[in-house]
């Protein structure tokens, strides 16, 4: 079973400019997260979907952060513009819901921003 | 509020064991742990749910005191293959469903 997959995996560009990443989650996952990750630190939560609905992005920036998760499957998280401290690693995770009583958390490999 | 772990790093020879701890101020529903090699994506190790205890790895297990909000990563025999940063994540009562809060991570080195 292929786990989850983020798309790029490393990212350089310029502030001002927008940039996206791109995550699958794996296949039946209904719950879908967006993590970032500074060096030395724990992940800390910027969105959550069930399925097409994004029941938590209390912690979003969405001045300048925006994500979509269209159909319940993929999903993509937009930057624009980004900031010199949004260098990150942001990572992707999915899980099975409650009610098969499975919410271990699934991680992609992370896209890593460098904005300079 | 995140969870506080401690210690902070722990260095290893293998064959020894190791204990992490993951402190909350908040009750929680669930506590689970994760380990992350440099680079690469943070791995489900185990979850605890209601003060049970889970056991997810045959040399690695765990344990969740509800009433004092905390719980312990137990690590016998280590092995190489153990370094890496190890983080938990705790899941409040009263927060919304599967909003896991990380803490800082504990970095365990093993050396030969």
């Known amino acids: 079973e292929a786990g989850v997959v983020q798309s790029p995996r490393y990212k350089i560009i310029e502030k001002k400019q927008p940039v996206a990443f791109w995550c699958n989650p794996i296949s039946g996952h209904n719950t879908l997260y967006w993590y970032l990750q500074n060096l030395g630190q724990g992940p800390e939560l910027l969105i959550r979907?069930?399925?097409?609905?994004?029941?938590?992005d209390s912690q979003l920036p969405k001045d300048r952060f925006s994500a979509e998760r269209l159909k319940g499957v993929d999903s993509t998280l937009k930057i624009q513009p980004a900031e010199l401290g949004d260098s990150a690693v942001y990572l992707c995770?999915?899980?099975?819901?409650?009610?098969?009583?499975?919410?271990?958390?699934?991680f992609g490999q992370g896209t890593r921003l460098t904005v300079v | 509020q995140q969870p506080v772990q401690s210690p902070q790093a722990v260095i290893l020879r293998e064959g020894e064991d190791a204990v992490i701890n993951c402190s909350s101020s908040k009750a929680l529903y669930s506590v689970h742990w994760y380990r992350q090699k440099h680079g690469e994506a943070p791995v489900f190790l185990m979850i605890l749910l209601k003060g049970g205890e889970q056991k997810g790895h045959e040399k690695i297990s765990a344990s969740f005191n509800e009433k004092k909000q905390q719980s312990s990563l137990y690590l016998t025999a280590s092995q190489l293959s153990y370094s890496g940063t190890y983080f938990c994540?705790?899941?409040?009562?009263?927060?919304?469903?599967?909003?896991?809060?990380f803490g800082q991570g504990t970095i365990l080195t093993v050396h030969p």
């Open positions: 979907y069930e399925n097409e609905e994004a029941v938590d």
């Open positions: 994540g705790t899941e409040a009562r009263g927060t919304s469903y599967g909003k896991l809060t």
């Open positions: 995770a999915s899980s099975l819901d409650r009610e098969t009583g499975r919410t271990e958390a699934f």
